[in-house]
């Protein structure tokens, strides 16, 4: 899908997470993009470093996270600590509790891992030209070849026009300067600002942040320490007479400390409001906390590795795209907010896993320009929320309102983790047929259970099916197979799923999960009609005599589906579009209008 040397579908401009994933996701489908950043080199330290749950998930669907599973340190739980009037005003735990409480995943944990680390699997995938998206299914799949994308290094935008011509094919002019002061003039289909919270795209296409800058400063720095204190490894928040501190425990047996730093100890610059760094080191910021974590000794074995100091501010985005709906902005350009609840990088990629998927079924001709406009309502409503969360967390994190950041931290664990966000209804996600599964939230990411492929009787997660390849995903809990009533409603099911034209049809990939009324020596895959199995490894059982050992067997009563079955549409995101009763020909057909 290559345009000519001056034109391309999408620029992209900015490489931090946020950019990476869209460049990623749109090569995966074979477009031509480019994506550019104005810094000299790619990041090699320091900035993000937590994974939530969701943010595993999607890289798992990517086929990226192998790398980051063997070499991420694993957090799950968080310790506090306070000074004690009875302990000569040293510190003492106060608290130790689970962060992934209610949390249900293949991945029940923080994943904590350099950013820096993140974006170079994403690049060198990019860079590969090759396919990495897994399929669940050995069943044909699309053959688009894969496009190669690589970063283009101190290149930045200084120039940007949009055509009010819709029918125009590359309504996007955008001049780029080298460091070298050469010009070039392209011409693209869509641009992508992703290049921060300073971001140039926001500006030129007139979006204001609206929030404010607080009061409170932070100092953090990385690095590898001798200590005898007993939590670290634990995600740790201590507050020892006024001042605040978090450990964070990272890969490689590294440590990250944030320390809250004094108004008295740094000057801020009341219009950009950045810090004077040249009033703080990273000598002062080690001395803090050792000051926080004592009587805990707290030594370090060689130079930090990274360090920086960070005023909070919490910022949103009036809107998140131009009036053409062609210039989007993502990650930190249309919010920011404080790094406590982990957010920021799982933010940014969630925000281009969101937008990339429906970039891709416009630019294929599968659906019209109107779906953009869901990425606007879904991302921004998450981001209000976000910040909310952020404004909570870092009044308790500065002292200004009393409670236990741990507490707060522990009750908000399923947004925090990114599996508890849902989207409102719009013209891909309506919630009218909710009361055929309780346990399927309509606009949440579609449920983990363990379920057994019927074949041959292995295990899998109802995630593994959900890999992020642009295709809708038609997953059908057919209920008791050998019943003949439900027989006759599953032929008739497929009956009508066949008739649906292959334009829309291609878009979707059918599994099933029956219901094992006995045992599974009772049930076959070919139990299942042969319209509703493409391939004998899309039919799965829920079986608990197999898969209890895996904490399966229980999916329809997790799940509050009947015996009576129902249809879930899965969008390529993960997050669940609608739900239908197995014989209502109108909920089928609103399946196909979606991805119409």
Same mark, same amino acid.
């Given at each position: 899908?290559? /345009?000519?040397?001056?034109?391309?579908?999408?620029?992209?401009?900015?490489? /931090?997470?946020? +950019?990476?994933?869209?460049?990623?996701?749109?090569?995966?489908?074979?477009?031509?993009?480019?994506?550019?950043?104005?810094?000299?080199?790619?990041?090699?330290?320091?900035?993000?470093?937590?994974? *939530?749950?969701?943010?595993?998930?999607?890289?798992?669907?990517?086929?990226?996270?192998?790398?980051?599973?063997?070499?991420?340190?694993?957090?799950?739980?968080?310790?506090?600590?306070?000074?004690?009037?009875?302990?000569?005003?040293?510190?003492?735990?106060?608290?130790?509790?689970?962060?992934?409480?209610?949390?249900?995943?293949?991945?029940? %944990?923080?994943?904590?891992?350099?950013?820096?680390?993140?974006?170079?699997?994403?690049?060198?995938?990019?860079?590969? +030209?090759?396919? &990495?998206?897994?399929?669940?299914? %050995?069943?044909? *799949?699309?053959?688009?070849?894969?496009?190669?994308?690589?970063?283009?290094?101190?290149?930045?935008?200084?120039? #940007?026009?949009?055509?009010?011509?819709?029918?125009?094919?590359?309504?996007?002019?955008?001049?780029?300067?080298?460091?070298?002061?050469?010009?070039?003039?392209?011409?693209?289909?869509? #641009? $992508?600002?992703?290049?921060?919270?300073?971001?140039?795209?926001?500006?030129?296409?007139?979006?204001?942040?609206?929030?404010?800058?607080?009061?409170?400063?932070?100092?953090?720095?990385? /690095?590898?320490?001798?200590?005898?204190?007993?939590?670290?490894?634990?995600?740790?928040?201590?507050?020892?007479?006024?001042? &605040?501190?978090?450990?964070?425990? &990272?890969?490689?047996?590294?440590? @990250?400390?944030?320390?809250?730093?004094?108004?008295?100890?740094?000057?801020?610059?009341?219009?950009?409001? @950045?810090?004077?760094?040249?009033?703080?080191?990273?000598?002062?910021?080690?001395? !803090?906390?050792?000051?926080?974590?004592?009587?805990?000794?707290?030594?370090?074995?060689?130079?930090?590795?990274?360090?920086?100091?960070?005023?909070?501010?919490?910022?949103?985005?009036?809107?998140?795209?131009?009036?053409?709906?062609?210039?989007?902005?993502?990650?930190?350009?249309?919010?920011?907010?404080?790094?406590?609840?982990?957010?920021?990088?799982?933010?940014?990629?969630?925000?281009?896993?969101?937008?990339?998927?429906?970039?891709?079924?416009?630019?294929?001709?599968?659906?019209?320009?109107?779906?953009?406009?869901?990425?606007?309502?879904?991302?921004?409503?998450?981001?209000?929320?976000?910040?909310?969360?952020?404004?909570?967390?870092?009044?308790?994190?500065?002292?200004?309102?009393?409670?236990?950041?741990?507490?707060?931290?522990?009750?908000?664990? !399923?947004?925090?983790?990114?599996?508890?966000?849902?989207?409102?209804?719009?013209?891909?996600?309506?919630?009218?047929?909710?009361?055929?599964?309780?346990?399927?939230?309509?606009? *949440?990411?579609?449920?983990?259970?363990?379920?057994?492929?019927?074949?041959?009787?292995?295990?899998?997660?109802?995630?593994? !099916?959900?890999?992020?390849?642009?295709?809708?995903?038609?997953?059908?809990?057919?209920?008791?197979?050998?019943?003949?009533?439900?027989?006759?409603?599953?032929?008739?099911?497929?009956?009508?799923?066949?008739?649906?034209?292959?334009?829309?049809?291609?878009?979707? *990939?059918?599994?099933?999960?029956?219901?094992?009324?006995?045992?599974?020596?009772?049930?076959?895959?070919?139990?299942?009609?042969?319209? $509703?199995?493409?391939?004998?490894?899309?039919?799965?059982?829920?079986?608990?005599?197999?898969?209890? !050992?895996?904490? +399966?067997?229980?999916?329809?009563?997790?799940?509050?589906?009947?015996?009576?079955?129902?249809?879930? #549409?899965?969008?390529?995101?993960?997050?669940? /579009?609608?739900?239908?009763?197995?014989?209502?020909?109108?909920?089928?057909?609103?399946?196909?209008?979606?991805?119409?």
């Amino acid at each position: 899908m290559s /345009g000519s040397s001056n034109s391309v579908d999408v620029l992209i401009v900015g490489a /931090g997470p946020a +950019g990476l994933m869209c460049a990623y996701n749109l090569s995966q489908a074979g477009f031509h993009v480019r994506i550019v950043d104005k810094k000299l080199e790619r990041l090699q330290k320091g900035q993000g470093d937590v994974i *939530q749950v969701r943010g595993m998930e999607i890289l798992a669907s990517l086929g990226l996270s192998s790398k980051i599973l063997a070499e991420a340190q694993r957090c799950v739980h968080v310790a506090t600590y306070a000074s004690c009037p009875t302990n000569s005003g040293y510190i003492v735990r106060t608290s130790r509790k689970s962060t992934i409480q209610d949390v249900e995943s293949p991945f029940p %944990f923080m994943g904590l891992y350099a950013q820096s680390s993140i974006e170079g699997i994403f690049r060198a995938a990019a860079a590969s +030209g090759e396919r &990495r998206i897994p399929s669940a299914t %050995f069943s044909p *799949q699309p053959t688009e070849a894969a496009s190669k994308v690589e970063v283009e290094q101190g290149v930045h935008p200084i120039e #940007l026009n949009v055509s009010e011509d819709r029918d125009e094919a590359y309504p996007v002019t955008v001049r780029l300067q080298r460091l070298d002061g050469q010009v070039e003039s392209l011409r693209a289909k869509y #641009l $992508l600002g992703c290049e921060g919270a300073h971001s140039w795209t926001r500006t030129q296409i007139g979006i204001n942040m609206v929030g404010e800058t607080s009061d409170q400063v932070w100092g953090l720095v990385d /690095g590898y320490i001798k200590t005898d204190f007993p939590d670290v490894r634990a995600l740790t928040v201590v507050e020892n007479n006024g001042r &605040r501190a978090v450990l964070i425990p &990272r890969e490689n047996n590294m440590v @990250r400390f944030t320390v809250q730093v004094k108004d008295t100890d740094v000057t801020i610059d009341p219009i950009t409001g @950045r810090v004077d760094r040249t009033k703080i080191q990273p000598e002062k910021i080690k001395q !803090l906390v050792k000051e926080v974590f004592s009587p805990y000794q707290i030594e370090w074995t060689r130079e930090p590795d990274w360090w920086g100091v960070y005023v909070i501010g919490q910022r949103l985005a009036s809107r998140y795209q131009d009036k053409n709906d062609r210039v989007f902005i993502i990650g930190d350009a249309c919010h920011t907010h404080s790094p406590h609840a982990g957010q920021g990088m799982n933010a940014a990629m969630s925000d281009g896993h969101n937008l990339s998927w429906k970039l891709v079924h416009v630019l294929k001709g599968w659906a019209g320009p109107d779906l953009l406009r869901t990425y606007e309502s879904e991302r921004r409503g998450f981001a209000a929320q976000l910040i909310e969360l952020h404004e909570r967390i870092a009044e308790i994190m500065s002292g200004k309102i009393k409670g236990n950041s741990a507490d707060y931290l522990t009750k908000s664990n !399923l947004f925090i983790s990114g599996i508890g966000t849902i989207y409102s209804p719009s013209q891909i996600v309506d919630p009218i047929n909710q009361a055929l599964a309780s346990g399927i939230v309509v606009g *949440q990411r579609m449920p983990h259970q363990v379920i057994i492929r019927t074949a041959d009787m292995r295990a899998y997660s109802t995630l593994d !099916l959900l890999t992020s390849d642009n295709l809708y995903k038609l997953i059908v809990f057919t209920g008791d197979v050998k019943d003949a009533v439900q027989r006759e409603r599953l032929e008739k099911l497929g009956e009508v799923i066949s008739q649906w034209p292959n334009g829309i049809s291609s878009r979707f *990939q059918l599994y099933t999960i029956m219901l094992a009324k006995n045992s599974k020596e009772s049930v076959d895959y070919t139990d299942v009609p042969t319209s $509703l199995r493409p391939y004998w490894d899309t039919v799965f059982l829920d079986d608990e005599s197999y898969a209890k !050992l895996n904490g +399966g067997g229980r999916a329809y009563q997790s799940l509050g589906v009947g015996s009576e079955g129902c249809v879930v #549409l899965v969008r390529p995101d993960g997050h669940v /579009g609608v739900l239908a009763p197995l014989d209502d020909a109108e909920g089928l057909r609103k399946f196909a209008s979606l991805a119409a």
